[in-house]
């Protein structure tokens, strides 16, 4: 492979990560600049109530404030393109979870305003929306989960349906009148987590012109302690032989307790942590070091990901798909902006 060739692509390309939560955690930011990442979605809250929330965004706002030659809020489709010709990161809030709106859908608004784009609607357990993929029933979508889609729906907000339940996430694209995503979930054929997806859940959010983010956190990828960005690449291939390139996109998953960015101590106790208070599951979540595939081991290599598709078979047009297009597809018909 040229090495200007799949440099100049990745240049060329919006790249979207769409799932990240090291990106709010002190300047990690810096290292998606680095990448030549156009917008990144960082995690700004998941086990949080309202108040929690607001100071969250209003901490995210400063920061973005304070480093306004790197950095650009985005609310809107013109936003990512204006972060792209300015050669800035832009910054797109998402919740990981929908415990920020309480049992008071009218917050959905409130969010919005302050710039909330997509909302995850369970993180592994069950919540008033409905069943997490870890959790020990099946339950579906809740009356209160059901409203909470529509009044989405209605102010443009996207709905994730990541580290849900497999019925509540059938039950929400049969609930939604938009598309809706995966922000950062694999293959369960390849590798057979609960946080992957069964092939009816891939076709389903296909059917609703919906996007995989395909996810770099070790144990989603593959069972090795290390996978490599060819096995990261073999969820990709699986997904465009099922659904097709339209539906796949980027979502990557960098977060704290990962290798090269966490001590293993800090990660033990971190680790510790997720299982006591039931965010986790061991049989989901093997203990650290959690060492990303080879190749894409932090957010600063994200161009390996571009050379390695190419070097796949992937054209330059599928590439730029998979990097960023097709989520902007999702956030043109949701956001309604």
Not at 249 to 271: H, P, T
Request: net charge negative.
């Amino acid at each position: 492979m040229n090495e200007n060739l799949y440099q100049h692509l990745h240049n060329q390309a919006i790249v979207i990560d769409a799932t990240c939560p090291l990106g709010s955690v002190e300047d990690y930011f810096k290292l998606w600049i680095d990448g030549g990442v156009t917008v990144m979605v960082p995690t700004v809250a998941v086990n949080h109530n309202c108040q929690e929330t607001i100071s969250l965004i209003a901490k995210w706002l400063k920061k973005i404030e304070n480093n306004a030659n790197e950095l650009l809020h985005i609310t809107s489709i013109h936003d990512i393109y204006r972060a792209k010709k300015e050669h800035k990161l832009g910054i797109l809030f998402h919740f990981q979870n929908s415990l920020p709106l309480e049992t008071d859908l009218d917050l959905l608004s409130i969010y919005h305003r302050l710039g909330v784009r997509i909302i995850q609607l369970c993180y592994n357990v069950k919540n008033f929306v409905g069943d997490g993929c870890d959790e020990r029933t099946d339950s579906g979508l809740s009356e209160f989960g059901l409203n909470a889609i529509r009044e989405m729906n209605r102010l443009g907000i996207l709905v994730d349906l990541t580290h849900s339940g497999y019925q509540t996430t059938i039950d929400a694209i049969q609930a939604s009148e938009k598309p809706l995503i995966f922000s950062h979930s694999n293959v369960f054929n390849i590798c057979p987590s609960p946080r992957n997806l069964r092939d009816d859940q891939i076709k389903a959010i296909a059917e609703k012109d919906g996007v995989i983010g395909v996810v770099a956190y070790p144990a989603f990828v593959s069972t090795k302690k290390q996978p490599t960005t060819d096995d990261l690449i073999d969820h990709i291939d699986y997904l465009k032989k099922l659904v097709g390139v339209r539906h796949i996109g980027i979502g990557m998953d960098f977060w704290e307790g990962m290798d090269g960015i966490a001590k293993i101590e800090d990660a033990k106790k971190l680790y510790d942590v997720l299982l006591r208070n039931g965010q986790w599951k061991a049989t989901s979540y093997p203990p650290p070091p959690w060492r990303y595939p080879e190749g894409v081991e932090d957010p600063s290599k994200f161009a390996n990901l571009t050379k390695a598709l190419l070097n796949r078979g992937y054209s330059e047009d599928e590439v730029l798909l998979i990097l960023g297009k097709n989520f902007i597809r999702v956030y043109k018909e949701v956001w309604k902006s």
